[in-house]
């Protein structure tokens, strides 16, 4: 894959999928921003995943992402269960935290830890609105979008590790004392 495109064409197709999922349904009114919110939420994920996939078949970061977002929304479930805080559109006691915002931070974490800022910020762009859609639908206040982030940006450091692109190196050198011969594989 490597081969066929190179970092920055990679870099770019990433950004490109990314920015895809911003635009989806993108509205003015607060039910539309609520719904383009869910959307991206639901398409961080998938972006991630492909994000991964464009790293050289990145199926050790595709593990980690779906552990992280999993454990993460998997908390935010459990957590909605046992704390009982009223939405501010008073409609039921399951606003902390926001599972939505959860399943939107999660990736983005895992954007930044396994492949750096480049791809973390725009990641972390994109949850944000996500969050504030959440707020502007007054389905969660602003703690609940806080909560999740802090809940996804904890697991992501504990889950996800720093992509390095595997290569096989080779090298013969000598020296006064005799000749050297190196063999490593980096993954």
């Not at 504030?132 to 007054?138: P, Q, T």
Request: net charge negative; hydrophobic share 45%; charged share 20%.
């Amino acid at each position: 894959m490597d081969n066929f495109l190179g970092m920055g064409m990679r870099r770019r197709l990433g950004s490109c999928l990314f920015i895809g999922t911003l635009v989806l349904d993108a509205g003015g009114a607060q039910a539309a921003s609520d719904s383009a919110g869910k959307d991206i939420a639901i398409a961080m994920p998938i972006a991630a995943g492909g994000i991964a996939l464009l790293h050289d078949w990145d199926w050790k970061g595709v593990e980690q992402l779906t552990f992280d977002v999993g454990t993460t929304v998997g908390t935010a479930l459990l957590l909605k269960q046992v704390v009982h805080e009223e939405r501010p559109d008073h409609s039921d006691s399951q606003s902390f935290p926001s599972d939505t915002a959860a399943l939107a931070f999660a990736p983005a974490a895992f954007l930044w830890d396994r492949y750096g800022w480049q791809y973390g910020a725009p990641a972390y762009a994109a949850a944000a609105y996500v969050g504030w859609s959440r707020v502007d639908a007054k389905e969660h206040h602003w703690w609940d979008v806080v909560t999740s982030a802090g809940i996804a940006w904890s697991y992501s450091h504990f889950i996800t590790h720093r992509w390095h692109n595997s290569a096989l190196e080779s090298d013969v050198y000598a020296t006064p004392e005799g000749a050297y011969a190196r063999l490593s594989y980096r993954w």
